[in-house]
């Protein structure tokens, strides 16, 4: 049994909007006269992508990889499994992962592990929060939208057990386990 509290607002739908523009700024400098592959990673991405590529008028195609390791826990589990795996090649591709959060980065390091093994032109990441003071390996975000403190983040695609992932502003709430 769990329960959570009432969602507290840290970042505003403007803070948002202001912050994927300044990621898609970034990357639109970056990847000029590339065709990148935008890699979102299932489910908590979904929200950044369809925000994000309408900010990029440029060529890029999208993907989605689906990876889980939280089930319904606080805690990352630490086992990474590819729940849907990826459609399009990677070998030669310059590869944008697009994250929601890197908490512990266990989760990210085993993908940009998996994608490094298929021989991508290039790979970076785009996170829209990292959470460092809970990191158990090193991970470098080339493209960093928040730091958020040590909560559980929801909203703007992310969730609790499946909910608020609808919540136009990133929150926090407090959950018991
Ligand atoms: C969340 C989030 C990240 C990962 C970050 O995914 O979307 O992928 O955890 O945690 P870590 O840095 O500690 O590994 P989750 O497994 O909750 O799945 P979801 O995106 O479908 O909600």
Redesign the pocket.
């Known amino acids: 049994m769990s329960s959570e509290s009432k969602p507290r607002i840290l970042f505003s739908r403007e803070e948002i909007s202001a912050t994927v523009s300044r990621l898609a700024a970034e990357i639109k400098q970056d990847y000029q006269g590339k065709h990148p592959l935008l890699l979102g990673?299932?489910?908590?991405?979904f929200v950044l992508m369809a925000d994000l590529i309408r900010l990029l008028n440029f060529p890029l195609e999208v993907e989605f990889i689906?990876?889980?390791?939280?089930?319904g826990s606080r805690q990352?589990s630490g086992r990474?499994k590819v729940v849907q795996g990826l459609r399009s090649p990677i070998k030669g591709r310059d590869i944008l992962v697009i994250?929601?959060?890197?908490?512990?980065?266990?989760?990210?390091?085993?993908l940009l592990d998996y994608l490094r093994q298929r021989k991508p032109a290039s790979l970076k990441l785009c996170a829209l929060t990292d959470?460092p003071s809970?990191r158990?390996v090193p991970?470098t975000i080339d493209y960093p939208g928040f730091t958020v403190p040590d909560e559980f983040i929801v909203g703007y695609?992310?969730?609790w057990n499946?909910q608020f992932?609808y919540l136009p502003e990133l929150c926090s709430i407090e959950v018991e386990d």
């Not at 990673?41 to 991405?45: C, D, Q, T, Y």
């Not at 689906?66 to 089930?71: A, K, Q, V």
């Open positions: 990673i299932l489910k908590g991405s689906r990876l889980s390791s939280y089930g990352s990474i994250e929601d959060i890197v908490d512990t980065g266990l989760t990210i390091s085993f959470k809970r158990q991970v695609g992310m969730d499946e992932r």
